[in-house]
C-alpha cells in the first residue's frame, strides 16, 4: 500500500510502501514519552521504499532495552515523529508513525507490543464518554 505524510508544520513530506497488515500498536515507555500519549501505531516500510519528498529529518539516537542503538526521525521545526530504525548508516527495517500519515484511518493496528508497560486503564478506554471537539468536555464527576 502506498501512503504518504507530512508533519504538523509541513516542513517534512515523505511517501513509502506498507504492508497494512502489519499496523502495530506500541505500549513501550518510548513510545509513550516520545509521543506524549499512551502508545504510538506503527507499521514497517517495505525496504527501499521510503523517500523524503522535501525538508530533511533530525535523527535522535536512543539505545533500546536489547542495548542496541535505533534512530529515532522527527522533524527539527516541529518535533513530529517520523519513524524508528537502525542506527545511522545500517540498513534494516523503518517503523513509520502511522499518525504522521495521510492514510491513518486505513491503517488498524492488528496487535499490541510491550503491553508490559501499557496504562492499565487503557482496557476500559471504549467505556469513556466520547466528545466530539474539545469544546464541550464533561466535567469531571466527583465521588
Ligand atoms: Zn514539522
Ligand atoms: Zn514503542
Not at 545500517?90 to 492488528?110: F, I, S
Request: neutral net charge; proline residues 8%; hydrophobic residues 35%.
Amino acid at each position: 500500500m502506498h501512503v504518504d505524510g507530512e508533519c504538523l508544520c509541513g516542513f517534512v513530506a515523505f511517501e513509502a510502501e506498507v504492508n497494512p497488515d502489519m499496523v502495530f500498536a506500541c505500549h513501550c515507555t518510548d513510545c509513550q514519552i516520545q509521543s506524549g500519549t499512551s502508545f504510538r501505531t506503527i507499521v514497517p516500510v517495505t525496504p527501499g521504499t521510503f523517500k523524503v519528498e522535501h525538508g530533511e529529518l533530525r535523527i535522535f539516537v536512543k539505545t533500546a532495552e536489547s542495548g542496541k542503538l535505533r534512530s529515532l526521525a522527527f522533524c527539527p521545526e516541529c518535533g513530529t515523529s517520523i519513524y524508528g530504525g537502525p542506527k545511522p548508516g545500517e540498513d534494516g527495517m523503518l517503523n513509520l508513525r502511522v499518525g504522521a500519515l495521510r492514510q491513518r484511518d486505513a491503517l488498524r493496528p492488528r496487535a499490541r507490543l510491550w503491553t508490559r508497560s501499557a496504562q492499565p486503564w487503557l482496557d476500559d478506554f471504549h467505556k469513556l464518554p466520547k466528545v466530539e471537539t474539545q469544546g464541550s468536555a464533561p466535567s469531571p464527576k466527583r465521588d
